[in-house]
């Protein structure tokens, strides 16, 4: 799945941005919240949820990254978001905000910083929708994609499996037409790209069927790999 992140998008015409992303195949789009405390930087507020939700079916995700996500949810959920993915940093109370999100009827995720271990996921994935690997330092778009976090998002995948609970293994920051291979590869299912898909030269359609081409190609060749595992297993 390829979630555009708007982060890099011309805001003076976000919705045509948008649209260009709905009809170039996106699956959700991504919205980055900074609060300039959780991160060195400021972004978008529900105002601007609100504008997008008349212009696109796409499902909204709203990433957190601001010190209080909880005293922020009802606002962005009245806008028209359709999920939430909290960081786990900073929050002594996780859950609560998890079931806060639940309660508001919206998809739940948490992610994790790149210096932050996988197993700290442990008790809290059965609650989620969605885990976010975070594979660059949030704050900005366009950073280079963190090798380091490669195993990381291995021991995410397994968790997940071993919970056999329903949960999207996520990526976010640096994916692009390079990096994606290796992500799907170490068992990402949603990739967010901001911008490899806004700043692309030929556009944002010509960048999501690129990277789309590159998912379904990486996932086509991990196919016969894992039957033969099973079969070798049997
Ligand atoms: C980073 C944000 C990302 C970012 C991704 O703080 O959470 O969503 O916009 O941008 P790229 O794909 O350019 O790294
Ligand atoms: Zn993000």
Redesign the pocket.
């Known amino acids: 799945m390829l979630a555009p992140?708007i982060?890099?998008a011309d805001f003076a015409r976000l919705g045509q941005q948008v649209a260009e992303a709905e009809g170039g195949g996106a699956d959700r789009i991504?919205v980055?919240v900074?609060d300039g405390h959780f991160?060195p930087n400021l972004s978008m507020g529900a105002a601007i949820v609100q504008s997008l939700r008349r212009v696109t079916r796409l499902p909204l995700e709203i990433?957190m990254?601001v010190t209080d996500p909880d005293s922020l949810l009802d606002g962005f959920a009245e806008a028209g978001s359709d999920s939430f993915l909290v960081h786990w940093e900073g929050n002594h109370h996780l859950h609560r905000t998890v079931q806060r999100i639940r309660a508001l009827g919206k998809g739940a995720g948490v992610a994790i910083n790149p210096a932050t271990p996988a197993a700290v996921l442990e008790e809290i994935v059965p609650e989620l929708d969605q885990v976010v690997v975070?594979t660059?330092?949030?704050?900005?778009?366009?950073?280079p994609f963190l090798r380091t976090t490669l195993p990381k998002i291995e021991r995410v995948r397994e968790l997940v499996e071993r919970t056999r609970h329903a949960c999207e293994v996520e990526v976010?920051?640096?994916?692009?037409a390079a990096t994606a291979p290796l992500v799907v590869g170490a068992g990402a299912s949603v990739l967010?790209?901001?911008?490899?898909v806004f700043?692309d030269r030929e556009g944002v359609v010509a960048a999501l069927g690129r990277l789309r081409a590159v998912v379904d190609a990486t996932q086509q060749e991990a196919e016969p790999e894992k039957q033969s595992t099973v079969q070798r297993s049997l």
């Open positions: 992140s982060l890099n991504h980055d900074m991160v990433h990254m975070m660059v330092n949030p704050g900005f778009g366009h950073q976010d920051g640096g994916i692009d967010v790209a901001g911008s490899a700043g």
